[in-house]
Nanobody, 117 residues
Framework: VQLVESGGGLVQTGGSLRLSCAAS????????MGWYRQGPGKQRELVAS???????KYADSVKGRFTISRDNDQNMVFLQMNNLKPEDTAVYYC????????????WGQGTQVTVSS
């Protein structure tokens, strides 16, 4: 399974971006689809995730500003990012977990988001 992100770019503080993740195969059976990010000199961290049952999780730092959505029919996952802050600057990665034991892990190549102050 290939995951391809798009939608990153340069935006000013307070601006918005919408990230998209296109999967090469059907994702309806994926237990969870999510977005992670890795800022300069930081570890990769979970930003938001959406399970196949509809469960949604957000990092505390993005609650109220980011929205994850999952379109199983189109095999797409989106991350709407509003009120962006410089600390949101990072490479954003799409992630998928599948398999009975959730042992099939897939990553995209990442898309750069830069928020200028």
């Amino acid at each position: 399974v290939q995951l391809v992100e798009s939608g990153g770019g340069l935006v000013q503080t307070g601006g918005s971006l919408r990230l998209s993740c296109a999967a090469s195969e059907r994702i309806f059976s994926f237990y969870v689809m999510g977005w992670y990010r890795q800022g300069p000199g930081k570890q990769r961290e979970l930003v938001a995730s959406a399970t196949m049952a509809g469960g949604i999780k957000y990092a505390d730092s993005v609650k109220g500003r980011f929205t994850i959505s999952r379109d199983n029919d189109q095999n797409m996952v989106f991350l709407q990012m509003n009120n962006l802050k410089p600390e949101d600057t990072a490479v954003y990665y799409c992630n998928g977990e599948a398999g009975y034991f959730r042992d099939k892990i897939y990553w995209g190549q990442g898309t750069q988001v830069t928020v200028s102050s």
